[in-house]
């Protein structure tokens, strides 16, 4: 069965501290690749995505940034974080070349930026 | 991607149907209606999906409008442990990655 696995679950960094959220897939190959956010009591925001090893494509310009090294690992990265930085941090994956599939998701990433 | 409108919020009372509305008007003919839910501090959980037909799986039934512009998503028999954020989205699997772009859901609470 495939699972999906996300680290650390809780981390608080300081303003201008780098920052590395890694994701991994199990189980599958050729996943699609998904970061989102969740600012307190805000929806979720899809942050990147990856369709393919190297592959990223941004949705909303930050200071944040993406790779995908293997094809099921994706990690999410900062050289100096802001206070808007904080928020829940979730990877989620699809499994591609289907016409409907669902997403799952991992069990996220709590991040405060002091 | 088409955009979906969704109540805020609603209550319902535990062992009482609960039937979340969704618009998505401008909803076009090869985008799917999905539905997730995130209960507090998780990730978002999988519902159910549809296109044009009525669909019912083991947490829920999907009833799509035959205009496709609205859909409700129905929890038969709701426990306390259904109180969650419940998002609709519609989406066609071959925008770009089959990315699926998150509203800010509708709050449901069930009450004893």
């Known amino acids: 069965s495939q699972t999906i696995h996300q680290w650390p679950a809780t981390l608080v960094q300081p303003v201008g501290s780098p920052l590395s959220l890694e994701c991994t897939v199990e189980?599958?190959?050729?996943?699609?690749l998904y970061w989102y956010r969740q600012a307190a009591g805000r929806g979720l925001q899809l942050l990147f995505y990856?369709?393919?090893?190297?592959?990223i494509s941004s949705e909303v310009p930050q200071n944040l940034s993406a790779s995908r090294p293997q094809d099921r690992q994706f990690i999410l990265s900062s050289k100096k974080l802001l206070l808007s930085d904080s928020g829940f941090y979730l990877c989620?994956?699809?499994?591609?070349?289907?016409?409907?599939?669902?997403?799952?998701f991992g069990e996220g990433s709590r991040l405060t930026v002091l | 991607d088409a955009k979906t409108t969704q109540p805020t919020s609603m209550d319902c009372a535990e062992g009482r149907a609960a039937n979340l509305p969704c618009n998505h008007s401008?909803?076009?003919?090869?985008?799917?209606v999905y539905w997730y839910r995130q209960i507090h501090s998780q990730g978002p959980q999988y519902i159910i999906h549809?296109?044009?037909n009525n669909e019912t799986n083991e947490m829920a039934s999907l009833i799509i409008t035959e205009d496709r512009k609205s859909s409700t998503l129905i929890l038969p028999h709701a426990t306390l442990r259904d109180t969650a954020v419940y998002y609709c989205?519609?989406?066609?699997?071959?925008?770009?990655?089959?990315?699926?772009?998150f509203g800010q859901g509708t709050e449901l609470s069930v009450k004893p």
């Open positions: 189980g599958t190959s050729n996943p699609n």
């Open positions: 990856s369709v393919g090893i190297g592959q």
């Open positions: 989620a994956w699809r499994v591609r070349d289907r016409a409907t599939g669902e997403l799952f």
């Open positions: 549809g296109l044009k």
């Open positions: 401008t909803i076009s003919g090869n985008e799917y």
């Open positions: 989205i519609v989406s066609t699997f071959y925008n770009q990655g089959g990315k699926l772009i």
